[in-house]
Every structure is written in C-alpha cells, then in structure tokens.
C-alpha cells in the first residue's frame, strides 16, 4: 500500500498542475519505499533531490500562469510555494551533511504539507485559472 494515495479528491481540474501533484506524489512514495527498504544513502538523496527541483518546476509552472492571468491570489500563494521549497532544501542540507536516514517526521511533513496545499490552497486559484479556459 502507497504511503501516499493518489485520488480523485486531490484533482483541481486543470490538467498538466493535476499531472504535476501526482508525480509529486509519486516522487513521495518512492522516497518512503527506498526508506523502508533500506536504501543506500545516494538513493534517497538522489530522490531527495528530484523531488527539490521537480517541487520547484511545479510552483514554476503556477506561477506562470498566475502572471499570465492575473491571479490575485498571486503573492500569498507564491509565499507558500517558498516556505516549502526551502523546507525541502533544509532537509536536504541535513541529509547531505548527517549522511543519516529520512525520519518519518521529513515524511509525514511532506505528505502532509502537498496534501493540505492541494486540497486548500490550489482549489482557491482553480476556478479562476479554470474561468480563463485552462482545464
């Protein structure tokens, strides 16, 4: 069983953002499976490190459309999208320089976390991306 199950709630309706939540899901899952099985160190800082810069192409790819399309929401969201992009970078930084195992608290925060923003601060902005025909 997935330590992070994808549905049908975590949809906001337009398609490459939903695309980009599940892969981000997926990036979480893969970090939990390499964690349980015991994965060498250079494995989960390897995925520790996709999931850094695919966090970051994502927020990217919202952005862009905030900017394209007036989103007012814009700096509140883009806020959010910066606390947890360094969150992640502090994650690794310890990582890289304990050279010890993720915890299950680096887990939970991020699953977590992309849950909670999914599900709270993404629904805010879909309907207005969605009112200028992205879908």
Do not use: C
């Amino acid at each position: 069983m997935a330590f992070f199950t994808w549905n049908e709630t975590y949809l906001i309706g337009i398609y490459l953002i939903d695309e980009q939540h599940r892969h981000l899901v997926d990036l979480i899952n893969r970090l939990h499976d390499a964690m349980n099985s015991g994965a060498a160190i250079n494995i989960l800082g390897d995925i520790l490190q996709e999931l850094e810069v695919y966090a970051k192409t994502h927020f990217r790819t919202e952005e862009e459309y905030f900017a394209l399309y007036g989103y007012p929401g814009t700096e509140g969201h883009r806020q959010e999208h910066f606390i947890f992009t360094k969150k992640i970078a502090e994650f690794g930084v310890d990582f890289s320089r304990n050279r010890s195992g993720l915890s299950m608290e680096i887990l939970n925060y991020l699953k977590n976390w992309l849950s909670n923003h999914i599900l709270t601060e993404d629904r805010k902005f879909a309907p207005f991306l969605k009112s200028k025909g992205l879908g």
